[in-house]
């Protein structure tokens, strides 16, 4: 497993921009898919984006396109997700996730707090 630690949340109004960080140690995630999840109170956890090992390749859930940028630093072990024209319906605790052994999400952040005001 890796270690991920989420950075950059906050309270925003609609329309405004935040950028998230994943910092990551414990190993290398050079080649590990990375994601972003999110769970807004009282819902479940549901899929962001995710970016490939090389990061050539991104996935973005239908709410977000066009919004989200899912971005990756190997170098610096990092992974950002710039969010912007912000929603309320964005607002949510936001997860730093890698599949480190391979297929499944088996590494998880703390989560960060992101609030949308209308």
């Known amino acids: 497993q890796v270690q991920l630690v989420e950075s950059g949340g906050g309270l925003v109004q609609a329309g405004d921009s935040l950028r998230l960080s994943c910092a990551a140690s414990?190993?290398?995630?050079?080649?590990?898919?990375m994601g972003w999840f999110r769970q807004a109170p009282r819902q479940e956890r549901e899929f962001v984006t995710s970016?490939?090992?090389?990061?050539?390749?991104?996935n973005y859930v239908d709410s977000v396109k066009g919004r989200f940028t899912i971005s990756r630093d190997n170098v610096k072990n990092t992974v950002h997700l710039q969010m912007n024209s912000l929603k309320p319906e964005d607002t949510a605790v936001y997860y730093c996730?890698?599949?480190?052994?391979?297929?499944?999400?088996?590494?998880w952040g703390r989560g960060t707090q992101v609030t949308v005001s209308s």
């Open positions: 970016i490939s090992g090389s990061g050539h390749s991104t």
């Open positions: 996730a890698a599949r480190a052994g391979g297929s499944i999400w088996d590494s």
């Open positions: 414990g190993r290398s995630i050079s080649g590990i898919y």
